[in-house]
């Protein structure tokens, strides 16, 4: 059903209107100077010119053929594809909605969209990325861009994930379908998904519908985590019409609900997670005689996010806290090719409705529940154009990007105002910001060598939670926290660089990132302050660092010694620190990960390893302890039946076969990860 894509990695340099950022241009263009004056070692043609996009691809499915062979579980989450992605880390929280991280940042710090659309999560614990409201099948790749390359996609600092939806192709093939179902030991999950699809000449219509159910899990060792089932539903429809030859009018529309989610390392479970998520759109391949691929989307989405704490003994107090997230949106974008140049525009621009409150419930009937607004009725309005040019020179290529936007947060309850200004007296009921990136990527190759260099400037502006935030416990470091509405942007520079070899059969590339991060939002005691929650340790404020750095390096190899055979190794390191040289909370210690797969006919199989080092750079002041070294390991073996014109898949395998006890460091408070998990899929495709 799936397979993993890796393409070309690039240079990036960004610019601002700052002396720092200057001095980086400078270094950037004396590089390309030097580089340009040994252009004689040049090999590439101008025929051979390709995008130098630092994306990394997950392909997770094809149309109208799910690709089992290379995906080592067919039916996995989609959190599970995003952790195969060289870049991609999950916090678990427990066995459901793993929050993504990118160049070990959050979701503050990056972009995560659905087909270019932006939703934001309706819950103040991050139980519900955005990842959570979508399925696999509903999903054709995910964009994996690190730092300012994912600028295209709205305002970051890590990067930014970009999930494209499956669409239909326009092909006469009329009806198609399929049936698909799984099943899980350790957590006795079962999966049920079906597809209905019609296409023809100038209509198309995509149906799928999803259905997953899991107890408990069982770590290592056989012991039940308590919390940790969860009940998923999702429906998805995708709908093209072609006005005229070159002109089409598309839709979309995904209900997805998860019920009965449990979090065991949260004090809290979650009743309701629902999601809404809409799209309309307008495609031209051509405007104005000279721009192209002209694509417009309006859209609307929806989430509803409800706490619950019913389930859980010894509470002691009851609480419920729900949350609301509405968020309506645009983007236009078109290219036009003018000599050596690639030009690309974008316009975007959304609103967002963040709303969220606690209510509490004393034990003793004769006292009145409490209420305050944990998010007070924030509206973010966000307007913003972005413009990059693929500029071909002396056979190499220079992409320089920009992105700016404009910013407005306004605070519309008055409840929720008045209860900020307690701790800001002069804290204005509405701010604005102006948001910047800028960056340049410039690649080279002498085959079969791959370089890629690159510079970048962005900056953000403080989320929901890190402005707005009034009393959101934090069960990691056992503190509750409050925002600050008079935050400053957050503002990074980015250096990259990546070398590759690349022959036929054999691949291996280097790479690094360092991001230097000035006015670094984190949070920090404040001992003058009670604790609102019972047992919290204090209370922390938002704040702004001097300065944070951190580095993040890689060597990836590839070697295919006959056709059939395939091995992959990856080792990463990352390392995190702030001005003070204390440990930035939730980075990666040393990695490694490495795969052997078979294909040919109608087999398939693998066996996978993966493991880190023991994490030596911690910080407990963030609620962090020593994670201890680990190995695992995984097999899986595949087989593809022919039934007149229909295919029957079938996929079998076991993970973490040792039943390795462990937990890693992206793993809320510890929480052991699933033990020996055995798994089948079968999927029967009606062609």
């Given at each position: ?39 004689q070692e040049l090999v590439l043609t101008q025929d051979s010119i390709i995008t130098i996009n630092l994306d990394e ?155 997953r159910k899991a107890g408990n899990y069982y770590a290592g060792g056989d012991e039940e985590i308590s919390f940790s ?328 190899l590839e070697y295919a010694p006959i056709p059939q055979f395939k091995w992959n190794g990856l080792i990463a390191y ?114």
């Amino acid at each position: 059903m799936t397979s993993i894509n890796y393409t070309h990695k690039v240079c990036e340099i960004h610019m601002v209107w700052s002396k720092p950022i200057l001095h980086w241009a400078s270094l950037l263009l004396l590089l390309l100077f030097i580089t340009n004056s040994n252009a004689q070692e040049l090999v590439l043609t101008q025929d051979s010119i390709i995008t130098i996009n630092l994306d990394e691809v997950i392909l997770i499915s094809t149309r109208n053929s799910l690709n089992y062979h290379r995906q080592p579980k067919p039916l996995s989450s989609l959190d599970e594809f995003l952790e195969s992605s060289k870049k991609v880390d999950m916090v678990k929280r427990g066995a459901y909605a793993w929050e993504p991280t990118l160049n070990n940042m959050f979701s503050e710090r990056l972009s995560v969209t659905i087909d270019g659309m932006k939703i934001f999560g309706a819950c103040t614990d991050k139980m519900d990325p955005i990842t959570s409201y979508v399925e696999v099948s509903n999903l054709a790749k995910a964009h994996v861009t690190s730092g300012q390359q994912g600028a295209k996609h709205g305002t970051t600092i890590g990067g930014a994930i970009d999930l494209e939806l499956e669409k239909g192709n326009f092909k006469d093939t009329g009806l198609q379908g399929g049936l698909e179902t799984g099943y899980e030991s350790n957590n006795e999950m079962n999966v049920w998904g079906a597809k209905l699809d019609y296409s023809g000449s100038n209509f198309y219509m995509d149906t799928n519908l999803s259905y997953r159910k899991a107890g408990n899990y069982y770590a290592g060792g056989d012991e039940e985590i308590s919390f940790s089932q969860f009940e998923k539903y999702n429906l998805a429809v995708n709908s093209g019409y072609k006005v005229s030859q070159g002109k089409l009018i598309t839709a979309s529309f995904i209900f997805d609900e998860a019920r009965d989610v449990g979090y065991p390392a949260l004090p809290m479970d979650v009743s309701l997670a629902q999601g809404i998520i809409t799209s309309v759109g307008f495609e031209q391949d051509s405007l104005l005689r000279k721009f192209t691929d002209w694509n417009s989307k309006l859209y609307f989405n929806t989430i509803t996010h409800i706490m619950d704490d019913t389930k859980r003994p010894n509470v002691p107090i009851h609480m419920d806290m729900p949350g609301w997230s509405d968020t309506y949106g645009f983007f236009t974008e078109a290219r036009l090719g003018l000599k050596n140049h690639r030009l690309f525009f974008k316009l975007d621009g959304f609103y967002n409705r963040s709303l969220a409150e606690m209510t509490m419930y004393p034990n003793n009937p004769n006292e009145l529940p409490m209420f305050m607004l944990t998010w007070p009725d924030v509206r973010t309005t966000n307007g913003g154009v972005y413009f990059e040019d693929e500029l071909s020179i002396n056979g190499s290529i220079l992409k320089i990007a920009t992105r700016m936007a404009v910013q407005n947060q306004e605070v519309a309850d008055e409840l929720g105002l008045n209860s900020l200004r307690i701790f800001y007296p002069e804290m204005e009921k509405s701010k604005t910001r102006f948001l910047k990136s800028i960056s340049g990527q410039w690649h080279k190759m002498w085959m079969p060598w791959h370089l890629n260099v690159g510079l970048s400037y962005g900056d953000r502006a403080p989320s929901v939670s890190e402005a707005f935030g009034f009393y959101l416990f934090n069960s990691f470091d056992n503190h509750d926290y409050i925002g600050d509405p008079e935050l400053i942007n957050e503002k990074s520079m980015e250096a990259n660089a990546k070398i590759s070899w690349e022959k036929s059969n054999f691949k291996i590339s280097a790479e690094a990132n360092v991001f230097h991060i000035t006015d670094y939002i984190i949070g920090a005691v404040d001992p003058s302050l009670s604790v609102m929650t019972i047992g919290a340790e204090g209370v922390k404020v938002y704040k702004n660092l001097e300065y944070a750095n951190m580095y993040n390096t890689s060597l990836d190899l590839e070697y295919a010694p006959i056709p059939q055979f395939k091995w992959n190794g990856l080792i990463a390191y990352h390392r995190g620190v702030d001005q003070d040289r204390e440990n930035l909370p939730f980075i990666s210690p040393f990695s490694y990960r490495s795969s052997l797969s078979y294909h040919k006919g109608s087999i398939s199989g693998s066996i996978g390893m993966s493991g880190a080092g023991k994490q030596v750079n911690y910080n407990p002041n963030f609620g962090e302890d020593q994670t201890m070294a680990y190995t695992i390991f995984s097999l899986s073996l595949g087989k593809t039946f022919i039934f007149n014109n229909d295919l029957m898949y079938t996929k079998v395998g076991v993970e973490n076969i040792l039943d390795k006890r462990y937990s890693t460091y992206s793993d809320w408070k510890n929480i052991p990860r699933m033990g020996r998990n055995f798994f089948v899929t079968i999927s029967y495709a009606i062609n």
